[in-house]
């Protein structure tokens, strides 16, 4: 089994997978920005890549071990997280070519961050860092695990742990 050390998500060391905005405290233009009431539009935009409605979906993932057992990827729509009230750590790696723990990455990503994942970036359940459970908001187009969904498991002596 492999070990990876989950590094905190940033910009720089996410870009190639995606984009990140820290929700509670947004950096971009908004109308009313350090007012009583703001409103940021377009903070980050998600291209759905097909012409189902976006979908608001709800993940809850409880404790457990860090071990990276299976991934998912979609080759059209980027998928966009929000950890609503924990701390989690995603992974991600590229869904194309040879699938194995050497391409996988870990990042630590705190609660109120919104990661958007770029089509074909592979990933997987999410980790919880410092809370029994977390509730984190999925977003995708209606239908993805229908019609965009490609995943896969790792042989056991390929599985990832990932350290925090």
Known sequence: ????????????????YGEIVDMFHPDCWG??????????????????????????????VKKRENIITNYE????????????????????????GEIGPECIEAFVVPAGTFVKLKPGVLHGTQFVVDKEQATILCELP??????DFKGGSFEEKDYIKVEV
């Open 1 to 16: 089994m492999r070990t990876i050390q989950a590094k905190p998500i940033t910009r720089e060391n996410f870009r190639s």
């Open 31 to 60: 109308f009313g920005a350090g007012t009583e009431s703001a409103f940021f539009p377009d903070a980050l935009t998600l291209p759905m890549g097909n012409n189902n409605p976006p979908s608001v979906c709800i993940c809850q």
């Open 73 to 96: 990827y979609h080759d059209y729509t980027c998928e966009g997280l929000l950890p609503i009230d924990a701390d989690i750590v995603i992974y991600a790696g590229w869904g194309f």
């Open 142 to 147: 209606g239908r993805t695990f229908a019609t």
